[in-house]
């Protein structure tokens, strides 16, 4: 949806310390972290501008977004992140 944040820790707000932790002390995590912003920008952006995109693009983009959530999520579950 337009205007809702998705940045990461807007969709994980419970993990907020966890996930600056990780950042902070794990390379992996912050690459993954950064690629998720990223791509999230380019998402709001296309959003908000109303840059023109196919819906195959778009929704593309949003599912590989979703698919870095579950990753990062998955790692900040893990115990061997802690």
Not at 22 to 34: G, P
Not at 36 to 58: F, K, S
Not at 61 to 75: E, I
């Amino acid at each position: 949806m337009l205007d809702e944040p998705h940045d990461l820790l807007s969709e994980l707000p419970e993990h907020d310390e966890r996930i600056r932790d990780l950042i902070e002390r794990d390379a992996e995590f912050r690459r993954l972290a950064e690629v998720y912003d990223a791509l999230d920008g380019r998402i709001v952006e296309m959003e908000r501008l109303g840059t023109p995109v196919d819906d195959y693009h778009a929704e593309r983009l949003k599912k590989q977004r979703l698919a870095l959530k579950d990753t990062l999520f998955a790692r900040l579950a893990s115990p061997a992140a802690a």
